[in-house]
């Protein structure tokens, strides 16, 4: 959901919470009024904001999944050692709530909801390419869209919108993508 979805919202519920109390702001004017919804559906943009961050924190505190910035190379995984999933890069697009992209040593997620919650998900060993795309106005805020095309029947292509700094983050996912395939011991191969 976009910042001015949440203002117009909040906007909405606070003059239909007014009218349904009876009560009136007659000595503020419309341009205050304005000012007062605008600033009431910021702070509950920022505090969605927070809350959401809390919870992603918690996430990866609880199954013990530490941040780092890099994979680590190491030889091919055996069915008795599993690697620790590591936590890669996060972000969440550009002026929306409710969103939130996270890459890890093993896979990219998109995590969608504030109340209900919907995963979608790619295993590194099963992408087969990565591209991004921005236009002139994302250039110049340096946002942009990834496209990432993979092996899954139920999802070949998964595209993360409004990315800051698109051209670093596909090139996070590229170099996830190579180490993981390194770990599992998995060769590239062209198909016809």
Same mark, same amino acid.
């Given at each position: 959901? @976009?910042?001015?979805?949440?203002?117009?919202?909040?906007?909405?519920?606070?003059? &239909?919470?007014?009218?349904?109390?009876?009560?009136?702001?007659?000595?503020?004017?419309?341009?205050?009024?304005? #000012?007062?919804?605008?600033?009431?559906?910021?702070?509950?943009? #920022? %505090?969605?904001?927070?809350?959401?961050?809390?919870?992603?924190?918690? +996430?990866?505190?609880?199954?013990?999944?530490? #941040?780092?910035?890099?994979?680590? #190379?190491?030889?091919?995984?055996?069915?008795?050692?599993?690697?620790?999933?590591? /936590?890669?890069?996060?972000? =969440?697009?550009?002026?929306?709530?409710?969103?939130?992209?996270?890459?890890?040593?093993?896979?990219?997620?998109? !995590?969608?909801? /504030?109340?209900? @919650?919907?995963?979608?998900?790619?295993?590194?060993?099963?992408?087969?390419?990565?591209?991004? =795309?921005?236009?002139?106005?994302?250039?110049?805020?340096? !946002?942009?869209?990834?496209? %990432? %095309?993979?092996?899954?029947?139920?999802?070949?292509?998964?595209?993360? +919108?409004?990315? =800051?700094?698109? /051209?670093?983050?596909?090139?996070?996912?590229?170099?996830? %993508?190579?180490?993981? &395939?390194?770990? @599992?011991?998995?060769?590239?191969?062209?198909?016809?």
């Amino acid at each position: 959901m @976009r910042r001015e979805e949440v203002r117009q919202i909040v906007r909405a519920q606070f003059y &239909q919470s007014l009218a349904e109390q009876g009560r009136g702001l007659a000595s503020l004017s419309e341009e205050e009024l304005e #000012a007062l919804t605008t600033a009431l559906a910021d702070a509950l943009f #920022a %505090v969605l904001e927070q809350l959401e961050e809390e919870e992603s924190q918690a +996430h990866y505190r609880a199954g013990g999944s530490p #941040a780092a910035a890099t994979v680590p #190379a190491r030889p091919p995984v055996t069915e008795e050692e599993e690697e620790e999933e590591v /936590l890669l890069w996060s972000g =969440k697009p550009y002026l929306s709530i409710g969103t939130r992209y996270e890459l890890t040593n093993q896979r990219l997620r998109v !995590i969608r909801g /504030l109340l209900g @919650r919907s995963i979608e998900e790619i295993e590194l060993v099963r992408v087969r390419d990565t591209s991004a =795309k921005q236009n002139m106005t994302e250039r110049a805020l340096n !946002i942009g869209d990834i496209t %990432v %095309v993979s092996n899954d029947p139920k999802q070949p292509e998964l595209v993360l +919108h409004n990315v =800051k700094d698109p /051209l670093e983050v596909r090139e996070q996912i590229r170099r996830a %993508v190579l180490a993981e &395939q390194k770990r @599992r011991g998995l060769r590239y191969r062209e198909e016809m």
